[in-house]
């Protein structure tokens, strides 16, 4: 373990009796400077391995002479690091949540962490697990994986544009990725994951408005360690991981990890026979440390990864006319005869064609016919530089600098089917499908300079500079259009062809403080002032047969073609929290921060005159009361949280779909006012040496507190009443009875969504975990079993507030088992996921094609209803083996 672990985002414990309430928060930091760092790592390394151990670290610590460095100390507990944690306790954990190592239960704010045995124990490959294990995490998901987002107590953003930011940030060891659906990719050589909840744009900057997720991958320590893994799946999932990593001598030290893995779908596609909505990925992550001198470290972290993943690939499971009012709740469904029912109302797209071999009626149809792909593949190359130079004082400056580029291309078969569904121009016969596709091209650069005090004294302080530059290209082509005929914006395929590019440059001071100004009171405050330029380009035409960017000819600017750019965003953003150690055991807290997230701009091929200036920030402000506890020597941890947090201008893509146009178009809004309020618990219990079990529970209310023009949704029981339509008692026909015209004569509506609910959250979700390991003192290996269970209830799935788009609720259980040598080289494990084979569907309101009872645009509507499967929504086994040496 190098010093920049130390003071930065290593694995490091706190020796227990730190922070006793008798002693008082400044306790046990009498040693002299040099010698107390040694004492620290020492203590750190050893605590992490066991108690006896952590007591021989004291005992070497206080015996050593005063001219020991913590390097020396590093090298010495080296081999240590593999040794068993006391079975009696349960272990340390840590995080770097405040950019400084701080042992869990001392910080006062709201975190989970996932640690690497959670991680390897449920198989953890991807971001989506991680939110399946972390109930204050919700995941909405798009057309493709670039249109995922991450909620964090309720809030996220869902944006197909490039000029959005999200507001939950992504970290990788201490470097953020630049647009969040980059992290939806294997995550490799993962030593924990911390949850950080709540705005965290004080440390962490923009894109942090509503939390942050701070992934932390596995440290250089100790002598040379060779790893391996091989897993596979009854439904052919397989993955590969091998890494070696340690110190090869006193000043040079290694690691090196490597992951291949491949999920090759759950929907099969009848037009190719293949499989669909899997993913695979090939991944290398390395890490070089260096100590030329004795109080420097050097870092360098290089890596690779390749991602393939055609998930957004929708399925037609239900399909049905409904009578009834959605309004009076008596809404009753009454089936189709498919060979009555039209694509688009269209004769020449019946649904025995277009769904030939499907039952649309199956709730867990599994079978899809598409002639053009769906997903999106990618390649990420980056390295990160990190230089930890130890001043005279005992603190650290630290420099980290990284650079990344993604490069992408993605697709989506928008016509739903394998069927010619457009006429090329002068013809009266569809021969062309309605696909869409474009690329990515992400380039990311980013400086900080930290100084990080020693943890010794009543004052503790972390203080820094921030540089960061962002680049995003983007090409869009949807639908079908060629020259010199001119198509029409509305036609049924919304032909667009566009070219645009993002940058934003972001300068920030930060610093935050922690101040022990009573024996068991400390204060922690913290201040950002961060500036932001940002702009972008947009040009379009509607001819998807221009490819090249060198012969691209736009239409007429302030049409067509729009730009804007130097556009700053000054802002300041702060926290302040006051933490009370009632006893040894217990400790409380009140909290409150600010969030900042800078303008948006809608880039997206809907894009009009009046969008092409930007949105406003979206800024947060939270309210937070917590305690955290380590009771019975150490063999229960708990935390619970209550908030409050309030954001303004939320920034917002929401969807709609225009009378007989299958195309889904959006638009960019500014919320005035949202709010996000509930509770949480994390507990973790040692309930025997052999048994441990840990559990959490978010209860999350989000909701929209001003939103006067939000969209309708439809309802075709409703005819027009009363007046002029335009919020006058009137209502908009076809559509709900809350929703009017936004002016006379329009087709569509808008409502008022005050008091509404914010979607994409349940209000409770739970997740438990348990293992119990089988010791045999005749033999020379043990065995295991481990299980999970979650749950959530049902929630919104449509921001319109549309009452037939709530989402049931489920509980899924998994089950696992085995046998590992007791030295733990190696490890056989098996597994059930959804071992009820519990069936559920995760976004009942995907997109999908529109049908109607009869082959004429006027023929009545049909309810169709498409869906996108999570991983277990079928049960599946799974085997696996894990070596060391």
């Given at each position: 373990?190098?010093?920049?672990?130390?003071?930065g985002?290593?694995?490091?414990?706190?020796?227990?009796?730190?922070?006793?309430?008798?002693?008082?928060?400044?306790?046990?930091?009498?040693?002299?400077a040099?010698?107390?760092?040694?004492?620290?790592?020492?203590?750190?390394?050893?605590?992490?391995?066991s108690?006896?151990?952590?007591?021989?670290?004291?005992?070497?610590?206080q015996?050593?002479?005063?001219?020991?460095?913590?390097?020396?100390?590093?090298?010495?507990?080296?081999?240590?690091?593999?040794?068993?944690?006391?079975?009696?306790?349960?272990?340390?954990?840590?995080?770097?949540?405040?950019?400084?190592?701080?042992?869990?239960?001392?910080?006062?704010?709201a975190?989970?962490?996932?640690?690497?045995?959670t991680?390897?124990?449920?198989?953890?490959?991807?971001?989506?697990?991680?939110?399946?294990?972390?109930?204050?995490?919700?995941?909405?998901?798009?057309?493709?994986?670039?249109?995922?987002?991450?909620?964090?107590?309720?809030?996220?953003?869902?944006?197909?544009?490039?000029?959005v930011?999200?507001?939950?940030?992504?970290?990788?060891?201490?470097?953020?990725?630049?647009?969040?659906?980059?992290?939806?990719?294997?995550?490799?050589?993962?030593?924990?994951?911390?949850?950080?909840?709540?705005?965290?744009?004080?440390?962490?900057?923009?894109?942090?408005?509503?939390?942050?997720?701070?992934?932390?991958?596995?440290?250089?320590?100790?002598?040379?360690v060779?790893?391996?893994?091989?897993y596979?799946?009854?439904?052919?999932?397989w993955?590969?991981?091998?890494s070696?990593?340690?110190?090869?001598?006193?000043?040079?030290?290694?690691?090196?990890?490597?992951?291949?893995?491949?999920?090759?779908?759950?929907?099969?596609?009848?037009?190719?026979?293949?499989?669909?909505?899997?993913?695979?990925?090939?991944?290398?992550?390395?890490?070089?440390?260096w100590?030329?001198i004795?109080?420097?470290?050097?870092?360098?972290?290089?890596q690779?990864?390749?991602?393939?993943?055609?998930?957004?690939?929708?399925?037609?499971?239900?399909?049905?006319?409904?009578?009834?009012?959605?309004?009076?709740?008596d809404?009753?469904?009454?089936?189709?005869?498919?060979?009555?029912?039209?694509?688009?109302?269209n004769?020449?797209?019946?649904?025995?064609?277009?769904?030939?071999?499907?039952?649309?009626?199956?709730p867990?149809?599994?079978?899809?016919?598409r002639?053009?792909?769906?997903?999106?593949?990618?390649?990420?190359?980056?390295?990160?530089?990190?230089?930890?130079?130890?001043?005279?004082?005992?603190?650290?400056?630290?420099?980290?600098s990284?650079?990344?580029?993604?490069?992408?291309?993605?697709?989506?078969?928008?016509?739903?089917?394998?069927?010619?569904?457009?006429?090329?121009?002068?013809?009266?016969r569809f021969?062309?499908?309605?696909?869409?596709?474009?690329s990515?091209?992400?380039?990311?650069?980013?400086?900080?300079?930290?100084?990080?005090?020693?943890d010794?004294?009543?004052?503790?302080?972390?203080?820094?500079?921030?540089?960061?530059?962002?680049?995003?290209?983007?090409?869009?082509?949807?639908?079908f259009?060629?020259?010199?005929?001119?198509?029409?914006?509305?036609?049924?395929?919304?032909p667009?062809?566009?070219?645009?590019?993002i940058?934003?440059?972001n300068k920030?001071?930060?610093?935050?403080?922690?101040?022990?100004?009573?024996?068991?009171?400390?204060?922690v405050?913290?201040?950002?002032?961060?500036?932001?330029?940002?702009?972008?380009?947009?040009?379009?035409?509607f001819?998807t047969?221009?490819?090249?960017?060198?012969?691209?000819?736009?239409?007429?600017?302030?049409?067509?073609?729009?730009?804007?750019?130097?556009?700053?965003?000054?802002?300041?953003?702060g926290?302040?929290?006051l933490?009370?150690?009632?006893?040894?055991?217990?400790?409380v807290?009140?909290m409150t921060?600010?969030?900042?997230?800078?303008?948006?701009?809608?880039?997206?091929?809907?894009?009009?005159a009046?969008?092409?200036?930007?949105?406003?920030?979206?800024?947060?402000?939270t309210?937070?009361?917590?305690?955290?506890?380590?009771?019975?020597?150490?063999?229960?941890s708990i935390?619970?949280?209550?908030?409050?947090?309030d954001?303004?201008?939320y920034?917002?893509?929401?969807?709609?779909v225009l009378?007989?146009?299958?195309?889904?178009?959006?638009?960019?809004?500014?919320?005035?006012?949202i709010?996000?309020?509930?509770f949480?618990?994390?507990?973790?219990?040692?309930?025997?040496?052999?048994?441990?079990?840990?559990?959490?529970?978010?209860?999350?209310?989000?909701?929209?507190?001003?939103?006067?023009?939000?969209p309708?949704?439809?309802?075709?029981?409703?005819?027009?009443?009363?007046?002029?339509?335009?919020?006058?008692?009137?209502s908009l026909?076809?559509?709900?009875?809350?929703?009017?015209?936004?002016?006379?004569?329009?087709?569509?509506g808008?409502?008022?969504?005050?008091?509404?609910?914010?979607p994409?959250?349940?209000?409770?979700?739970?997740?438990?975990?348990?293992?119990?390991?089988?010791?045999f003192?005749?033999l020379?290996?043990r065995?295991?079993?481990?299980?999970?269970?979650?749950?959530?209830?049902?929630y919104?799935?449509?921001?319109?507030?549309?009452?037939?788009s709530?989402?049931?609720?489920y509980?899924?259980?998994d089950?696992?088992?085995g046998?590992?040598?007791?030295?733990?080289?190696?490890?056989?494990?098996?597994?059930?996921?959804?071992l009820?084979?519990?069936?559920y569907?995760?976004?009942?309101n995907?997109?999908?094609?529109s049908?109607?009872a009869?082959?004429?645009?006027?023929s009545?509507?049909?309810?169709?209803?498409?869906?996108?499967?999570?991983?277990?929504?079928?049960?599946?086994?799974?085997?696996?083996?894990?070596?060391?040496?």
């Open positions: 373990m190098n010093k920049s672990e130390i003071a985002a290593g694995m490091a414990m706190e020796p227990e009796g730190a922070r006793t309430a008798g002693e008082g928060p400044a306790a046990a930091r009498t040693l002299p040099r010698k107390r760092v040694a004492a620290v790592v020492a203590l750190a390394v050893a605590q992490w391995a108690p006896a151990l952590a007591q021989e670290a004291r005992d070497a610590t015996a050593a002479p005063a001219t020991q460095t913590a390097q020396a100390s590093q090298a010495r507990l080296a081999t240590e690091t593999e040794a068993q944690p006391d079975p009696n306790r349960l272990q340390s954990v840590v995080v770097t949540a405040n950019k400084r190592v701080e042992k869990l239960e001392s910080v006062p704010m975190i989970s962490v996932l640690s690497e045995e991680l390897q124990r449920n198989n953890v490959r991807e971001i989506e697990d991680v939110v399946a294990l972390t109930p204050s995490l919700t995941q909405a998901s798009g057309t493709t994986a670039a249109n995922n987002a991450l909620f964090m107590r309720g809030i996220g953003t869902v944006s197909v544009g490039i000029g930011e999200s507001d939950v940030s992504v970290i990788i060891d201490d470097i953020p990725i630049a647009v969040q659906f980059q992290a939806f990719r294997d995550l490799a050589d993962v030593s924990r994951v911390e949850v950080l909840k709540g705005p965290q744009s004080t440390l962490f900057g923009k894109s942090a408005v509503a939390g942050a997720i701070n992934i932390v991958t596995k440290p250089i320590s100790g002598p040379v060779y790893r391996g893994s091989a596979y799946t009854n439904d052919h999932e993955r590969l991981a091998a070696v990593g340690g110190r090869m001598t006193d000043t040079f030290g290694m690691r090196i990890a490597v992951n291949k893995s491949d999920m090759p779908g759950n929907f099969t596609n009848l037009t190719t026979g293949e499989k669909v909505n899997g993913s695979s990925g090939k991944t290398m992550m390395a890490k070089f440390t100590t030329p004795p109080n420097l470290d050097i870092d360098f972290m290089p690779y990864n390749e991602q393939s993943n055609t998930r957004g690939v929708t399925a037609v499971n239900a399909f049905y006319r409904t009578t009834g009012s959605a309004a009076n709740g809404l009753a469904r009454v089936p189709v005869d498919l060979s009555t029912a039209y694509m688009n109302g004769p020449q797209l019946p649904a025995t064609l277009v769904l030939a071999g499907i039952d649309p009626t199956n867990d149809n599994r079978s899809v016919r002639d053009f792909p769906t997903g999106i593949s990618s390649r990420t190359t980056g390295t990160g530089l990190k230089l930890s130079y130890t001043l005279p004082s005992d603190a650290v400056l630290m420099s980290i990284s650079w990344q580029r993604y490069k992408a291309n993605d697709s989506r078969d928008q016509d739903f089917t394998d069927v010619p569904t457009i006429a090329r121009p002068g013809e009266t021969t062309v499908g309605n696909s869409q596709f474009g990515y091209d992400i380039r990311s650069k980013t400086q900080e300079l930290r100084l990080v005090s020693p010794g004294g009543a004052l503790r302080y972390v203080a820094g500079l921030w540089w960061a530059r962002n680049e995003i290209d983007r090409h869009f082509i949807r639908g259009c060629v020259a010199p005929v001119r198509c029409a914006a509305n036609s049924p395929s919304s667009t062809n566009y070219y645009t590019d940058y934003n440059v920030a001071v930060f610093g935050q403080g922690t101040w022990d100004f009573a024996p068991t009171w400390t204060l405050a913290g201040v950002r002032r961060n500036l932001e330029e940002s702009g972008f380009n947009y040009e379009r035409s001819y047969d221009q490819l090249d960017r060198s012969t691209f000819v736009p239409g007429p600017v302030g049409v067509d073609v729009f730009s804007s750019s130097g556009n700053e965003d000054w802002a300041t953003t926290k302040l929290s933490q009370k150690q009632l006893n040894a055991d217990w400790m807290y009140a921060a600010t969030g900042h997230k800078g303008k948006a701009y809608d880039v997206t091929s809907g894009l009009r009046s969008a092409a200036f930007p949105v406003d920030p979206e800024t947060s402000r309210y937070e009361l917590g305690a955290k506890a380590n009771l019975f020597n150490n063999r229960l935390a619970a949280t209550v908030y409050k947090t954001f303004e201008h920034q917002q893509n929401t969807s709609f009378p007989d146009d299958p195309t889904i178009y959006t638009q960019l809004h500014s919320i005035p006012k709010r996000t309020k509930g949480e618990l994390d507990a973790n219990m040692l309930l025997s040496a052999n048994w441990s079990v840990n559990a959490a529970l978010a209860y999350t209310r989000p909701s929209i507190v001003d939103w006067k023009n939000g309708c949704y439809q309802d075709n029981t409703n005819p027009a009443i009363g007046g002029t339509g335009l919020g006058e008692g009137g026909g076809g559509w709900n009875r809350q929703c009017f015209p936004i002016r006379a004569g329009a087709t569509t808008i409502q008022d969504l005050s008091g509404g609910v914010f994409g959250t349940p209000k409770i979700k739970v997740n438990i975990g348990s293992n119990y390991d089988m010791r003192t005749s020379p290996f065995a295991f079993v481990n299980g999970n269970v979650r749950y959530q209830g049902d919104q799935t449509n921001i319109n507030n549309d009452p037939r709530v989402n049931a609720g509980t899924i259980a089950l696992g088992f046998i590992r040598e007791a030295g733990d080289r190696w490890r056989l494990s098996f597994r059930v996921n959804n009820f084979d519990r069936f569907i995760p976004n009942a995907a997109s999908g094609p049908f109607r009869g082959p004429t645009s006027t009545p509507n049909i309810t169709v209803d498409s869906w996108v499967p999570p991983r277990d929504v079928f049960r599946y086994f799974s085997a696996k083996l894990d070596v060391k040496f």
